[in-house]
């Protein structure tokens, strides 16, 4: 790999202020963590701007002067609150340095084409930073509850033992009694018996409509489409209302057709746009081909179709499981007792029993789905690599 070199030197009116501006950032979160967040921000100011001239203008060195603010950030967070605060610390440490000198000798410069004004420069980063920021904002509490599941007391918060690190502060006692629960074993049952009939309904349909949809012939596809997926579109609580309604009028109200086909509904929209975006480079020669070589419509469909979208037609699926698999409004308005899903468990625990299992279901959950969602991106790779559309 070759060493990016530096551009130019930056004045002090440019990057202190910029680095300030960061410490004042992360200032707030520190001072609000001890109960006085406008102090955390001018301290964290003045820290990081001090910081940025002093390690600039004095110390020149860039290797020695970030080793040296990690190790010394750490030690204060380390005597200011423990092993959190010197994790913490050497992580702003490392930061800050990184970040003075990266400004300071112009290195933001080299990854952006030379002709961009410093605004469109300054836009370049900021957008990444708003993304950056969103993405935390969102992934936060997901990073909150799964360490919470391993709370060796039955508490919803951080103890001082688990803010310690100490391994008696952590335990496995609620994954064992999610494990040992006859009513957690149950919803989890019926959450493995809804969730796979839906899904096999979902693709069935969703594969059909889209393959119909995409042929040009076909008359207001748009309205078609628009009403096909509008289960992703309509509140939930709508949908679930009106299921409820309906079901109750023709005898599915409470009972496990009902179910499945409610979520088979709701899983439907996902195949049939991720189908159809896989159809968009479809070759439909391919298709004639084969009528002409005599092939029917079922044989074709089979053989020349469904191999080259069957990336699409598998994420739609993994799509209208978790759709089925985490689904907990519809079931409670067209479901019974004999129906309790796994979600429909965590909100009865939630409302009536508050019990820390639900962290350690949820960690699950979120490992299924990270699993899931690794799968359908790896897909998507594939099939944008069998039309040609990124490199093998």
Known sequence: MVALTPISRKPVSFYVPVVAAAGAIAGLFVGTANGSGFMGVIVGAIIAGALAFLLTQIVKNEKLGRWA??????????????????????????????????????????????????????????FRVICGAIFIFLITPILVVMPLSFNAENFFTFTPEMLSFDPAGYSLKHYRDFFNSSDWQGAVLNSIKIAPAATFLSVSFGTLAAIGLSQQHVPFRRAIMAILISPMIVPLIISAAGMYFFYSRVGLQGTYLGVVLAHAALGIPFVIITVTATLVGFDRSLTRAAANMGANPVTTFFRVQMPLILPGVISGGLFAFITSFDEVVVVLFVGSAGQKTLPWQMFTGLREQISPTILAVATILVAISICLLTVVELLRRRSERLRGMSPA
């Open 69 to 126: 603010t990690t190790v010394i950030v750490a030690i204060v967070g380390y005597f200011a609150a423990g092993i959190p605060g010197l994790i913490i610390g050497a992580a702003f440490g490392w930061f800050f340095s990184w970040f003075s000198f990266w400004l300071y000798e112009g290195r933001y410069r080299a990854r952006v084409a030379p002709y961009l004004t410093p605004g469109q420069v300054l836009w370049h980063f900021a």
